[in-house]
């Protein structure tokens, strides 16, 4: 099927240390995919994306590599704040129209 | 300027009230989204509007009515919710519905229904 799935959460980690939330899809083609980020008691904003193989999405000191052999999307950064506490949403496009396929979202919690 | 802005920012509604959610982007967009986010889980998606024509309707309930007055506002009119309407709801807007375009979201509406 068209589906994206996402470590469960929460992850919770120390300041300064390094994240990675893992995603994975399915789909048919290369679609282009996002991690979206959810700050508390705000929507989305779109965090990084990656739009073919091997493209490599960056922003505030997160990365994402497009990886079609094993189609995954892993978000990293190398030292994380208290201020990233958020939950982070990674999606694909699906197919046919411009639909955003979510994953089920990975709550990150980051202590001092 | 990458802001979409919804308004009002909380809203609380009986069953029998009429009541409306707006939405407006003005970054020259011509695609515009609802979704509805329930807590903990991702946003789903309600509504595609393209060059202000409905395009996408995922099957909801006729009690929520989308409109698209012009390029830059989108409307949701609410009409005898029920409780489990209660939700985030999250406006988005694209350059087109070309899938190769980004989607970018405004802060969302927090919708109770009493």
């Known amino acids: 099927g068209n589906s994206v799935t996402q470590m469960e959460g929460p992850v919770t980690l120390s300041e300064e240390a390094f994240l990675t939330i893992n995603c994975t899809y399915t789909?048919?083609?290369?679609?282009?995919l996002f991690w979206y980020v959810q700050y508390p008691g705000e929507g989305l904003q779109l965090l990084l994306k990656?739009?073919?193989?091997?493209d490599k999405g960056s922003n505030k000191g997160f990365e994402a590599t497009y990886r079609k052999e094993t189609t995954s999307f892993h978000l990293e950064k190398g030292s994380v704040q208290v201020s990233d506490s958020a939950v982070y949403f990674c999606?694909?496009?699906?197919?046919?129209?411009?639909?955003?396929?979510f994953g089920a979202g990975t709550r990150l919690a980051v202590h001092p | 300027d990458t802001e979409v802005t919804q308004t009002p920012k909380h809203l609380v509604m009986g069953m029998t009230n009429k009541k409306s959610l707006k939405c407006e982007q003005h970054?020259?967009?011509?695609?515009m989204y609802w979704y509805k986010q329930k807590a903990k889980k991702p946003p789903e998606l309600m509504f595609v509007?393209?060059?202000?024509?409905?395009?996408i309707n995922e099957s909801v309930p006729s009690r929520f009515s989308p409109e698209c007055p012009n390029s830059s506002l989108l409307n949701l009119h609410l009409h005898a919710l029920q409780p489990e309407d209660s939700a985030l709801y999250l406006c988005?807007?694209?350059?087109?519905?070309?899938?190769?375009?980004?989607?970018?979201f405004g802060p969302g509406t927090r919708l109770t229904v009493t």
């Open positions: 789909a048919t083609g290369y679609p282009s």
């Open positions: 970054m020259g967009h011509r695609a």
């Open positions: 990656a739009t073919k193989a091997d």
């Open positions: 988005a807007s694209s350059q087109s519905t070309d899938r190769a375009y980004e989607q970018y």
């Open positions: 999606a694909r496009m699906g197919s046919g129209y411009n639909k955003l396929i």
């Open positions: 509007y393209s060059y202000e024509k409905l395009s």
